[in-house]
């Protein structure tokens, strides 16, 4: 069984940092993709940053570019998602997600989320 | 960065009527790499549809999607209690950014 849990979220100040971390189980950790999705109270879906297998290719939305920086360690099954000088608007619940392959190729779509990890910035 | 409209914002439908749900993009969505989730309250988003068309693993036949280039559309032919939740679309034919429409909440009348 596939499973994303995510933790490091909690109330920060602004300007400070936090650093979250996905733990991934059940499926080939370093045969996909993975990215960072985040959810403001009561508002949609926002994508934040994905990285690949090797980690040779990374993105960020521009919200959060020269900001946040994803890594990952494959020999830990785990995702991380360093996030500093952090602002009101990154409140939010930040999803890890797994991204979908088919038989015959991978898309930056996602088939698996963990439950997420509530990021509150506020003084 | 390619914008994507979900409209309505809010559909109020009974069980058992048919739900078209619409995501129209700013621009043309390469190869129709569109997908739709289902967010319920508390929980994470379920993947639906992927490829405009293609339902994921599991889900129910009701659920169909359609569509190509800017326009795309998800319909529950005969709803269920359980499908009253928030549907959202994503587009991943060009990033970054990926990008999500704003959603449309499917609500009980």
């Known amino acids: 069984e596939v499973q994303l849990v995510e933790s490091g979220g909690g109330l920060v100040q602004p300007g400070r940092s936090l650093r979250l971390s996905c733990a991934a189980s059940?499926?080939?950790?370093?045969?996909?993709?993975m990215h960072w999705v985040r959810q403001a109270p009561g508002k949609g879906l926002e994508w934040v940053s994905g990285?690949?297998?090797?980690?040779?290719?990374?993105g960020y939305a521009d919200s959060v570019k020269g900001r946040f920086t994803i890594s990952r360690d494959n020999a830990k099954n785990s995702l991380y998602l360093q996030m500093n000088s952090l602002r009101a608007e990154d409140t939010a619940l930040y999803y890890c997600a797994k991204e979908y392959c088919s038989s015959t190729s991978c898309n930056a779509l996602f088939d698996y989320w963990g439950q997420g990890t509530l990021v509150t910035v506020s003084s | 960065e390619i914008v994507l409209t979900q409209s309505p914002g809010t559909l109020s439908l009974s069980p058992g009527e048919r739900a078209t749900l619409s995501c129209r993009a700013s621009?043309?969505?390469?190869?129709?790499?569109l997908a739709w989730y289902q967010q319920k309250p508390g929980q994470a988003p379920r993947l639906l549809i992927y490829?405009?068309?293609s339902r994921a693993t599991g889900i129910p036949d009701r659920f169909s999607g359609s569509g190509s280039g800017t326009d795309f559309t998800l319909t529950i032919s005969r709803l269920e209690p359980e499908d009253f939740a928030v549907y959202y679309c994503q587009q991943y034919g060009s990033s970054p950014p990926l990008t999500f429409g704003q959603g449309t909440r499917l609500e009980i009348k």
């Open positions: 059940g499926f080939t950790f370093d045969d996909y993709a």
């Open positions: 990285i690949s297998w090797n980690s040779g290719s990374i």
């Open positions: 490829g405009a068309s």
């Open positions: 621009q043309s969505v390469s190869s129709s790499y």
